[in-house]
Each structure stands twice: as C-alpha cells, then as structure tokens.
C-alpha cells in the first residue's frame, strides 16, 4: 500500500513540475497571456496552467491502476479508469473554454451545456450507486435516474459551481485542496483506502502548482481546465464512493455563489469577481450589491481592517471553506 500511495503522488509531481515549467515561458511566447485584474497597472501573468495539472494528475491515475493491476490485486479497473477518463476530458473540454469560450464571448448557457460530455465516461459505465443519501430529504433509491439524470447533473453542477468562485492568485487551488484533502479524511475514516490514492495524485500536482507558480503573486493562472477538471474529478469521487451528502454539504458556499449570481442577473449584472483596485493594491467592492461570494468578502475584511488586499481575500474564503468543509465531516460523522 505505501508504493501505492507514495509513486503515483510522486511521478504525478515530477510531472507537474516539468510541464508546467516549460508553459511557463512557452505561455507567453504563444501570447497565452492575461492581466492580473486585482493589482494595479498591467501585470501578464500566464493562462491556463491547469491543462497541465489535470494532465500530470492524470499520469498518477493512470499508475495507481497499473500498479493495482501488475501486482494482480485484482482491483476493478472499470471505475478509476472512467474516473481518469472524466477527469481528463473535463480538462480538455475546460482548455477549449479558456481559448475560445468566455475570450469570444460565447453565452453562458451555452457554455454549460458544452460541459454535458465531462459526465459521459461515468454514465457509460452506470457508475456509483442508486441508493443514495441526500440532505433534508434522506435516503432514496433513484434507479436508473440515479445514472441518467443525477451523475450527469452532479458531474457538470460540480465542474461549472467550482469555477464560480475564482480570479484571485492560489484562490482556486486552495480551495481544490482544502476539499481534496477533507474529502480523503472522511474516506480514510471510512476505510476507502482506493480512494484515497486515487485522489492523491492530484493533490500532488496542485500543490506543484500552487506552491510554485499559483500563490500570491501568481506567475500562472489555472483557467478553466483547472476549474472543470477538479470539480468533475471531485464530483467522480462523489459518486463511486458514495458521499454525496458530505459533497453537497462542502459545496455550501458555491450554493451561496448560485443565489448570489442569480441576484445579479435579476439586477441585470453579469457579474465579475474582481475587485475594483485602488493605488495601493487593496480592493473596494465592484458593485454597490454584492452578486458573489468575493464581493461579501471584500466588505467584510473593509469593515474588520479598514482596507482590503488580494491576499486578505483569499485567506478568508479558504478559512469559510474549511469551516464548511470541517462543519460537513462532523454532521457525517455523527450521522454515522
């Protein structure tokens, strides 16, 4: 078990690590370039750095499967192979956004139904199970509308919500995280130790990517590749290892980010996460109403510090995302 856990984290790094130094420079050269909206002036900083996160994360799947394999441990490949597959795909499929998506100005509501294909390698494969336990409502046995009607449903919810709360350096990266990493406690708990390495290979490459290049200030933007990618990834594990509940449950500020965003479209705003900069770096709100999660942010360390900076922002919605998270795993754990 410990080669399991330890090479695919491992290579899934190495990967990282040497993919993402290349698109470094070679972002830039092919004019893979975006302006960094939370600081002053015209800082370019490279875009859609997660294609290679979802790729190297991919390598350490795929290696996890075949070190289950070739040891003959006579695992069931079926489910993590959809599960690298629906990840990969959904990195893909965020790639094209990032390049031709929000850039040339595509409708929103078409941009969502482009995500339906990310769901397909779990649909084929009917994954997960139909009985499932869901908030306020209880436990349900949803058939075959569990595989035709919800994973879909939950694999494209998960990838569009986590790309709702975005746009501040390492924001996306720690919030990927700091689900990841609950997640994989609940599963150690539950002795769902498959999970677990599955899982770790992509904790692996988002911590190359955040420590190195995403953090404050970031020399590389994730993109929706990375958005996408985890959120799907998140969503498969979800569904095959059957905790949906404690999912949406650790989606609670996304659900926050949903109402907010549809108060702005009823206000007539589409809105943007970004702050309106000031001379010295900090951050006044960009609307008079707040239309997401990082506007009531920004108001709230205003009225605590008297100003607010890009990294008071972020430390912030990372610290309600672990609340969220750690306040999930206790309602779980005492369900139990």
């Given at each position: 078990?410990?080669?399991?856990?330890?090479?695919?984290?491992?290579?899934?790094?190495?990967?990282?690590?040497?993919?993402?130094?290349?698109?470094?420079?070679?972002?830039?050269?092919?004019?893979?370039?975006?302006?960094?909206?939370?600081?002053?002036?015209?800082?370019?900083?490279?875009?859609?750095?997660?294609?290679?996160?979802?790729?190297?994360s991919g390598f350490?799947?795929?290696?996890?499967?075949?070190?289950?394999?070739?040891?003959?441990?006579?695992?069931?490949?079926?489910?993590?192979?959809?599960?690298?597959?629906?990840?990969?795909?959904?990195?893909?499929?965020?790639f094209f956004d990032?390049?031709?998506?929000?850039?040339?100005?595509?409708?929103?509501?078409?941009?969502?139904?482009?995500?339906?294909?990310?769901?397909?390698?779990?649909?084929?494969?009917?994954?997960?199970?139909?009985?499932?336990?869901?908030?306020?409502?209880?436990?349900?046995?949803?058939?075959?509308?569990?595989?035709?009607?919800?994973?879909?449903?939950?694999?494209?919810?998960?990838?569009?919500?986590?790309?709702?709360?975005?746009?501040?350096?390492?924001?996306?990266?720690?919030?990927?995280?700091?689900?990841?990493?609950?997640?994989?406690?609940?599963?150690?708990?539950?002795?769902?130790?498959?999970?677990?390495?599955?899982?770790?290979?992509?904790?692996?490459?988002?911590?190359?990517?955040?420590?190195?290049?995403?953090?404050?200030?970031?020399?590389?933007?994730?993109?929706?590749?990375?958005?996408?990618?985890?959120?799907?990834?998140?969503?498969?594990?979800?569904?095959?290892?059957?905790?949906?509940?404690?999912?949406?449950?650790?989606?609670?500020?996304?659900?926050?980010?949903?109402?907010?965003?549809?108060?702005?479209?009823?206000?007539?705003?589409?809105?943007?996460?970004?702050?309106?900069?000031?001379?010295?770096?900090?951050?006044?709100?960009?609307?008079?109403?707040?239309?997401?999660?990082?506007?009531?942010?920004?108001?709230?360390?205003?009225?605590?510090?008297?100003?607010?900076?890009?990294?008071?922002?972020?430390?912030v919605i990372v610290?309600?995302?672990?609340?969220?998270?750690?306040?999930?795993?206790?309602?779980?754990?005492?369900?139990?």
């Open positions: 078990m410990s080669l399991e856990l330890v090479l695919p984290g491992l290579v899934s790094a190495i990967v990282a690590r040497t993919l993402l130094s290349w698109w470094l420079t070679a972002a830039l050269r092919l004019g893979f370039a975006g302006r960094d909206m939370n600081k002053p002036g015209e800082r370019m900083v490279a875009e859609a750095g997660g294609i290679w996160v979802v790729l190297s350490g799947v795929l290696l996890y499967i075949a070190i289950e394999v070739y040891t003959d441990r006579r695992v069931d490949v079926i489910p993590l192979l959809s599960i690298a597959l629906t990840l990969l795909m959904a990195g893909l499929l965020g990032d390049i031709l998506g929000w850039k040339r100005g595509i409708n929103p509501i078409k941009r969502v139904l482009f995500t339906l294909p990310i769901s397909l390698p779990l649909v084929a494969v009917k994954a997960g199970h139909s009985v499932v336990e869901l908030p306020v409502i209880g436990t349900l046995d949803l058939g075959l509308a569990y595989s035709l009607l919800v994973v879909p449903a939950g694999v494209v919810g998960a990838s569009n919500a986590f790309n709702m709360i975005a746009g501040y350096n390492g924001l996306e990266a720690l919030q990927g995280l700091t689900l990841l990493l609950s997640a994989s406690l609940l599963l150690v708990v539950r002795r769902n130790l498959d999970a677990v390495c599955v899982a770790l290979p992509v904790i692996s490459s988002i911590t190359v990517f955040y420590l190195l290049y995403n953090r404050y200030p970031a020399k590389m933007f994730p993109g929706n590749s990375f958005t996408y990618g985890i959120g799907a990834f998140y969503a498969s594990l979800a569904i095959y290892w059957n905790f949906e509940k404690y999912a949406i449950y650790s989606y609670a500020l996304y659900f926050l980010e949903l109402v907010l965003f549809v108060r702005g479209l009823l206000d007539g705003v589409y809105k943007e996460n970004f702050g309106r900069v000031q001379a010295d770096g900090s951050l006044l709100p960009p609307y008079e109403k707040s239309y997401s999660v990082t506007h009531l942010v920004i108001k709230l360390v205003i009225k605590l510090k008297g100003k607010c900076y890009e990294t008071d922002a972020i430390k610290t309600l995302q672990a609340v969220v998270c750690a306040l999930a795993l206790s309602a779980t754990f005492l369900a139990v």
